[in-house]
C-alpha cells in the first residue's frame, strides 16, 4: 500500500473521529440542560472505553483469522511495534467506526440509563456484538483472507450501514 494511500485512510478516520464532536453536541442539545454534562461525559467514556476493549478484544474478533465465518481468532491485543503500517493503520480506521456504533447507542439511551449501566452496556456492544456482526459481514477486508459467513452468501454492506448504524440501533432497541 502506498504511503499516499495511508496517509488518506488517516485522514478519513480523522473525519470519522470529528463526528464524535457532532454526537456530542447533538446528544447535549437534544437533552434537557441539566443532562447535557452527562452525555458529554458519557460521549468521551464510552469512546475511550470502546476503543480499549476493541483493541483487547474486538479487533480480533472481527478481523482475526476466520473460524468458519463467525468469529475471528487472532490478532487480540494488536502489538503496534510488530504490525504492519498497513495493518495499524486499518485498526485506526476500524476503531473510529466501533466508536461511532457506540455512541450512537448513547444517544438512543441518553437520560434514561445511569452511567455506568451505560458503560457496561459499551463494553459488550464494543467487545462482543459489534466485531461478530462486523467479522460476519467485513471479515478478510485487511487482506488476510477469508470472509464471513453472510460475506460469503453474498451480502455487501454498503458504508457500514448494516455494521456500524445498524448494531447501534438495535442494540439501542434491544435496551
Given amino acids: 500500500m ?4 495511508l496517509l488518506w485512510v488517516i485522514f478519513a478516520s480523522a473525519l ?7 454526537f456530542l453536541c447533538l446528544e447535549s442539545g437534544m437533552t ?11 460521549n468521551l467514556a464510552d469512546f475511550c472505553l470502546s476503543t480499549l476493549v476493541f483493541w483487547t478484544l474486538g479487533f480480533g474478533l472481527m478481523f482475526g483469522l476466520s473460524y468458519q465465518g463467525w ?3 487472532d490478532l487480540f491485543s ?13 485498526f485506526l480506521f476500524q476503531v473510529m467506526f466501533c466508536g461511532a456504533a457506540v455512541t450512537i447507542l448513547s444517544g438512543i439511551v441518553a437520560e434514561r ?4 449501566a451505560y458503560l457496561f452496556v ?6 462482543f456484538l459489534y466485531p461478530i456482526a462486523g467479522h460476519w459481514s467485513w471479515a478478510g ?3 488476510t483472507g477469508g470472509s464471513g459467513w453472510l460475506a460469503e452468501l453474498g451480502f455487501v454492506d454498503f458504508a457500514g450501514s448494516t455494521v456500524v448504524h445498524s448494531v447501534g440501533g438495535w442494540a439501542g432497541l434491544a435496551l
Fill in 113 to 116: 440509563m445511569k452511567f455506568g
Fill in 71 to 73: 468469529i475471528g481468532s
Fill in 122 to 127: 459499551a463494553v459488550i456492544v464494543s467487545g
Fill in 32 to 42: 434537557r440542560s441539566k443532562n447535557s454534562i452527562n452525555v458529554a461525559i458519557k
Fill in 16 to 22: 470519522v473521529f470529528l463526528m464524535q464532536g457532532g
Fill in 78 to 90: 494488536l502489538d503496534f511495534a510488530k504490525a504492519s503500517p498497513p495493518l495499524a493503520v486499518f
Fill in 141 to 143: 477486508l485487511d487482506g
Fill in 2 to 5: 502506498a504511503d499516499v494511500d
